[in-house]
């Protein structure tokens, strides 16, 4: 079996999240995403600084463009259930990689409360019914899932991210441009739940496999109908 040094390991790693110089002229905000899998973005401006750090010609007007009017980059839960941006035709591929152990934990988590698999789904029903006209904000959708919700899911809508949260990993809805200093919520055009095959958590082995040995992989999904992008 080839040995492979730690200088290019690290040589490999740098080149990856583009921290080396290079004489190609910039990529995309959208391929700088893509091959770091995923810029956090728990602070707005952190997530800007980042993408600054890899691709100089960035402005913070460049990734708003790209979240909110071009909607070639989503901001959603991601890796370590943290805010990340991701590409756009790549969302359902994580949802799909990461819904079962993040629901699981959301799950144990209700237990522990009082509460189960029928009152997350009554809170998904409400987010999902509050946002079919458009955006809204997280208050708002607090409010309205503190009306229909159990003693036990009281307990858990004492947080504000609560009512978003199991809608949230199962891909139905991502964050939508800010109002001011609050955080907005829209619903995705197509379930990633519902369009990704299995076959997208073996697309997401064999490209970090293969990346590392410089072989370019189909970005295909494995998906059963087009992913659009969300909407604002």
């Avoid at 952190?46 to 989503?74: H, M």
């Avoid at 946002?131 to 309205?144: F, H």
């Avoid at 899911?153 to 504000?160: D, E, V």
């Amino acid at each position: 079996m080839p040995s492979v040094s730690a200088d290019r390991v690290a040589a490999f790693r740098l080149k990856r999240h583009h921290l080396v110089r290079s004489v190609l002229p910039a990529r995309s905000l959208v391929d700088v995403c893509r091959d770091v899998g995923g810029i956090q973005a728990q602070v707005m401006s952190a997530a800007e600084l980042s993408l600054w750090t890899r691709r100089r010609s960035t402005r913070s007007a460049d990734v708003k463009a790209s979240l909110w009017k071009k909607r070639e980059l989503v901001k959603t839960t991601s890796l370590r259930r943290t805010l990340h941006l991701l590409p756009a035709r790549d969302f359902a591929m994580y949802i799909a990689a990461m819904r079962d152990w993040s629901m699981s934990q959301t799950a144990n988590l209700l237990r522990r409360i009082g509460a189960d698999g029928k009152h997350v789904d009554t809170m998904i029903a409400v987010v999902m019914d509050a946002l079919s006209d458009g955006p809204k904000t997280q208050q708002d959708l607090l409010a309205r899932a503190k009306k229909k919700a159990s003693a036990g899911m009281r307990k858990w809508l004492q947080y504000a991210w609560s009512a978003m949260r199991p809608a949230i990993l199962e891909g139905l809805i991502v964050y939508g441009e800010p109002r001011g200093a609050e955080a907005t919520f829209v619903r995705v055009l197509v379930s990633a739940a519902g369009t990704v095959r299995q076959s997208s958590l073996n697309t997401i082995r064999r490209s970090a496999a293969n990346s590392a040995s410089g072989i370019t992989l189909s970005r295909d999904t494995g998906t059963t109908g087009k992913m659009l992008p969300p909407f604002g």
